[in-house]
């Protein structure tokens, strides 16, 4: 039977720019991913940048009410739907498909989509500053009744921007899932999956868990708002408390999604942390299983304590101690995660390049930021420090210093397999210093300013006491900007000028790094057959064992 001829790909298709609008390779779309991440990092970095500018002193008139309002919503909006979430989508896109010797993603056209769908996601919400009444002004969490009166249509585009986004992290676990379970190379066992795809694994399904959830809840605020369809006006009530509705309805939906969302953020930057850690101490793992298991054991009871967040609305002590008790058990599995880590470095021959560095940097920051959310799962602690400055200082404490330090270990130790260079050592070290110090500088004065009262989300304040503790944070950000700046100009400077590497710069031990750097389009011209969870590590063993027979003969 005569193969058939494939259809030729028209000349524009294969332009150095338009070949990237209709590509479906997995690896060109991880790229777009990280770096349309990075573009709405630097947007959301220049909100917060205002917003500590408003607050950097006591009656402040940079930014008016209004305006301040709109940069918070959007803040941290973008943080977690455009930035967090999407360019860790972005790694695996990239990484599991090679870490688990596959030559593509299971539903490249679907994988496509869920790029495009992101980046319409990301435009319907930036451009609603320019909507009628200017952009969501309701915070990030949206809560009834203030989200639902607010006029103007900022907070509908806010809606629909989510829910785009939604279908478009549905699309990518869909696929993410699909392509673990079907398409491992031979011997890839789940013991013998890498720690980043297990960890992309939960992080599937934990989408597919909750997201549900946030699309019916945000449905139902739309229809609160009412919209008009062909003539007829819609307006429902189901938040509405004064026409029978149940505001805490809203809460229950948002933080259902909200609370295992941090864990999805924080999952995949424990996977890259279980990667990089391992390569520069020389060790393999310690306690590969428990590592893996716990992530599992994470993804499920982060399932069980979204109320958590919902201690001050007046729920019987019996349910308030369940959601304390459950929100306390989460420490356990992440404990597991954090010894064998440290188990990991011990007597290991530490090697401190640049992702090392961020991989050390993200233990420190993100057990201060654990250790302040056994503070908040505590109700009566949460009682005296709910909607402060001590809240907004645990989160980004976990998300920042946990999953932004995570990201840049990824991003510095995985970028020559990505484009074939290695970033500047030099200058990554200095811009991991800079935004270290500055971090804490920014972040920590927060939880003071929380114990001494000062509310979340406050565009100005009158107490002098908090002006020297958030003129600290604001300077301590300016700083973090510049460690940022340095970031940028880190990659312009060694797209072109970068040494080259070879395929495994590093000496690691996943597939990735057995095709060239960067890998060809079709992945690999072969795959050795998997024996263990350091495939390449037994690899350069056999290598050794047959080179020395040789020698011997």
Do not use: C
């Not at 404490?397 to 270990?409: D, E, N, R, W």
């Amino acid at each position: 039977m005569a193969a058939r001829a494939e259809t030729p790909v028209p000349g524009w298709q294969r332009g150095r720019v338009a070949s990237w609008f209709v590509t479906t390779d997995h690896k060109r779309i991880g790229i777009l991913y990280v770096s349309t991440s990075l573009v709405f990092f630097a947007l959301g970095g220049l909100m917060a940048l205002a917003m500590r500018t408003q607050l950097a002193q006591a009656n402040a008139g940079v930014l008016s009410p209004q305006h301040y309002n709109e940069l918070v919503t959007i803040h941290g909006t973008t943080m977690i739907f455009l930035v967090l979430v999407p360019i860790l989508a972005g790694f695996a896109n990239f990484l599991v498909p090679l870490m688990i010797g596959a030559r593509d993603v299971a539903f490249p056209r679907l994988n496509a989509l869920s790029y495009w769908l992101y980046l319409l996601g990301g435009l319907v919400l930036m451009l609603s500053f320019f909507a009628k009444g200017g952009a969501a002004q309701a915070g990030w969490t949206s809560y009834p009744p203030l989200s639902e009166q607010t006029p103007g249509h900022g907070q509908d585009l806010w809606i629909l921007s989510l829910h785009i986004l939604t279908a478009s992290s549905v699309a990518g676990a869909i696929n993410f899932i699909v392509t673990i379970h079907n398409l491992r190379a031979p011997g890839m066992t789940w013991t013998r999956m890498p720690l980043f795809v297990w960890s992309i694994e939960v992080f599937a399904w934990m989408l597919l868990a909750v997201l549900p959830t946030l699309s019916a809840g945000l449905t139902l605020l739309l229809l609160d708002r009412g919209i008009s369809i062909g003539g007829w006006h819609i307006q429902t009530h189901f938040f509405n408390a004064a026409k029978g509705g149940a505001p805490l309805l809203w809460q229950h939906a948002f933080w259902f999604f909200g609370h295992p969302e941090v864990y999805i953020m924080v999952l995949p930057a424990f996977g890259i942390i279980s990667e990089v850690l391992p390569v520069f101490a020389r060790k393999p793992i310690f306690g590969y299983k428990a590592v893996a298991f716990s992530t599992v054991g994470i993804g499920f009871i982060s399932m069980l304590v979204w109320a958590h967040h919902m201690f001050t609305v007046g729920f019987p002590n019996a349910l308030n101690s369940f959601f304390m008790i459950t929100s306390m058990a989460v420490a356990v599995p992440t404990g597991v995660k954090v010894f064998n880590w440290l188990a990991t470095l011990w007597r290991g021959n530490l090697h401190f390049d640049t992702p090392m560095l961020y991989a050390l940097g993200f233990l420190s920051v993100f057990v201060v930021g654990g250790l302040t959310g056994i503070y908040l799962a505590a109700f009566p602690v949460d009682w005296q420090v709910h909607d402060s400055y001590f809240v907004v200082a645990h989160f980004h404490y976990t998300l920042f210093g946990g999953v932004v330090f995570a990201i840049f270990a990824g991003l510095f130790y995985w970028w020559p397999k990505m484009f074939g260079r290695l970033l500047d050592e030099r200058l990554g070290k200095w811009q991991f210093w800079i935004l270290f110090v500055s971090f804490n500088v920014t972040f920590f004065p927060q939880h003071l300013l929380g114990l001494e009262g000062m509310p979340r989300r406050v565009y100005t304040y009158s107490h002098e006491s908090w002006e020297g503790y958030n003129m600290t944070s604001t300077i301590g950000s300016y700083v973090m900007g510049i460690a940022l700046l340095l970031f940028l100009w880190n990659v312009v400077r060694t797209t072109r000028r970068g040494p080259r590497v070879g395929n495994d710069p590093w000496q690691a031990d996943t597939l990735e790094w057995y095709t060239t750097s960067p890998p060809p389009p079709h992945n690999f011209d072969s795959v050795p057959y998997v024996t263990s969870a350091r495939p390449l590590h037994d690899l350069r063993q056999r290598l050794r064992e047959a080179n020395g027979t040789r020698r011997i003969s």
